[in-house]
């Protein structure tokens, strides 16, 4: 996958906490983003995968797995299964996350594909880890408004589906559209220097 636009999602639910402030790479923050090496380019995509494993812990991202299969299961039975049924699917959900987690070990391909970004994506790389820090702060926020299996029940399921789907963060809704991370700017006039703590 290229450069980083998917690794807070890949890395979501590989975590161990290891506090962190803030995507933060040591790669210039002024650098445009279309300039990087591929090496720091890989710098910058492995400091995303460690904040997002500092914020969401393994137990934070497999709880999704596990009341999405609980979900399922209770779809498949026409809606009909009881409290203990829908709470013992979820912790299968939940067991059979961690399993696939211990098997896929520590795993450091995500970023070796990575590179820079198209020129159309004038940010600097300090944008750029800004909104991945604000990215993975929102995804964080949104799986711990996700229930336990000990507390699922049937409403659940309707709540999580009415659910809005979460917005860009405002650190990336400028980014030019080419920088592939949400943003909807048209890649002028992007500049600007700061990093995203660290």
């Known amino acids: 996958m290229k450069w980083i636009g998917a690794v807070v999602l890949v890395s979501a639910v590989v975590a161990t906490a290891c506090g962190s402030s803030g995507v933060s790479s040591g790669v210039d923050p002024n650098k445009s983003a279309s300039e990087v090496t591929d090496d720091e380019a890989k710098k910058v995509c492995e ?3 460690s904040y997002s494993e500092s914020k969401i812990t393994v137990d934070l991202g497999c709880r999704l797995a596990g009341v999405t299969t ?3 299961a209770n779809a498949l039975s026409g809606g009909e299964l009881s409290v203990e049924d829908l709470r013992a699917a979820c912790d299968e959900g939940v067991e059979l996350c961690k399993d696939e987690r211990e098997d896929d070990g520590d795993d450091d391909s995500t970023c070796d594909s990575a590179t820079a970004r198209p020129a159309a994506c004038d940010a600097t790389v300090g944008e750029i880890e800004t909104c991945l820090t604000a990215q993975v702060d929102a995804f964080a926020e949104s799986l711990g408004s996700i229930p336990s299996c000990a507390d699922l029940t049937a409403e ?3 709540e999580l589906g009415e659910a809005e789907t979460p917005e860009t ?5 400028s980014l030019p559209v080419a ?3 949400g943003g909807t700017g048209d890649g002028d006039g992007m500049g600007g220097a700061g ?3 660290g």
């Open 47 to 49: 400091a995303a995968q």
């Open 70 to 72: 609980a979900a399922v």
């Open 156 to 158: 659940d399921f309707a």
């Open 169 to 173: 963060p405002s650190e990336c809704s």
């Open 179 to 181: 920088c592939g991370l």
């Open 195 to 197: 990093g995203a703590g």
